[in-house]
Nanobody, 124 residues
Framework: QVQLVESGGGSVQAGGSLRLSCAAS????????MGWFRQAPGKERECVAA????????YYADSVKGRFAISGDTAKTTVYLQMNTLKPEDTAVYYC?????????????????WGQGTQVTVSS
């Protein structure tokens, strides 16, 4: 199995930036896609960015395109989420997750491993 640990959350004013990190350990070779998800109070968990290691394919939710950037190392041990021009609506708990299937549909229930989450709060 894979263990995931997020870091880098915090509080920032609107327009600011944060960089989240996710450290993976264990059977990282079995991961095909790493994703960043977020969940705000009363809302469903959504995928905001994901990267598929074998193809280099990157996914972004429309709400974060042009503002967020996902990156990572090819050893699949670390994945980052650079968040720029943050908005109050970006406030949520952010999770990284691993999908072990060859093709990902970025649906939370299909990701097999999850980190504990890190809080991001953006004030206006």
């Amino acid at each position: 199995q894979v263990q995931l640990v997020e870091s880098g959350g915090g509080s920032v004013q609107a327009g600011g930036s944060l960089r989240l990190s996710c450290a993976a350990s264990g059977r990282t070779f079995s991961i095909y896609t790493m994703g960043w998800f977020r969940q705000a109070p009363g809302k469903e968990r959504e995928c905001v960015a994901a990267i598929t290691w074998s193809t280099g394919n990157i996914y972004y939710a429309d709400s974060v395109k042009g503002r967020f950037a996902i990156s990572g190392d090819t050893a699949k041990t670390t994945v980052y989420l650079q968040m720029n021009t943050l908005k109050p609506e970006d406030t949520a708990v952010y999770y990284c997750a691993a999908d072990y299937r060859r093709y990902s549909d970025y649906v939370p229930s299909n990701f097999g491993s999850w980190g504990q989450g890190t809080q991001v709060t953006v004030s206006s």
